[in-house]
């Protein structure tokens, strides 16, 4: 393969890297949220659950620093939080818990939720916290893509420019994107992870808050 040939058939490579790359950062990946133009999700960046989003009973102040007092109360939040407990199980734990308080249903139930709340709320906290370092990993590699990309731009323009050890760079720089543009498909899956706790959230809130007594 000649020198010239060898520029042309790189020149078309890493053009296509290049649009790939590009197309996966700046302002493109911050749709979701003006406010911050580093989130990278199309929902909007809402730090912490909307109690008044999830929550149709009582206050739960009073029970948000007891309800961990309780083993019973305790075994049930991690039960109801965790996402392999279907909404069926979730159901027949909450009828079956509400049966046992008796005369203190009410109190149970609140303090329950309280628990429920407390503890999504730090888990979707720490999955959003989680998709602020993937957003940010994802730039810095794109950075490093682009920076790859010039230097091997470099490398084909040069007078003594070697086919062979262009075409080895851009092996391994189209490697890289690929796994960009893998980690980058995957961070859609990654943002609804809120929503889902969210929805869970408001789904149990509804069968607990269904459980009190407004008599």
Known sequence: ????????LV???L???LLAAVSFTGPAMAFGDPDDPNWPCQQRKVPELSLGAVWTGPDISAHTATWRDDKETRDLVGLLAARRTTLDEAQAAIDAFAERAAGARNEKMISLF???YS???IERSDVMNGIDRFARKQREMAAELRKRTSAIDKMRDAPDADPMAINAAYDELNFETRVFGDRQRSLTFVCEVPV???QRTF????MIADKISTD
Do not use: H, N
């Open 203 to 206: 789904r149990l809130g509804k």
């Open 119 to 121: 503890t999504l709320d």
């Open 15 to 17: 053009a296509a890297i």
């Open 196 to 198: 889902i706790i969210e």
């Open 11 to 13: 020149a078309a490579k």
């Open 1 to 8: 393969m000649s020198v010239k040939s060898g520029k042309t």
């Open 114 to 116: 309280a628990g429920l």
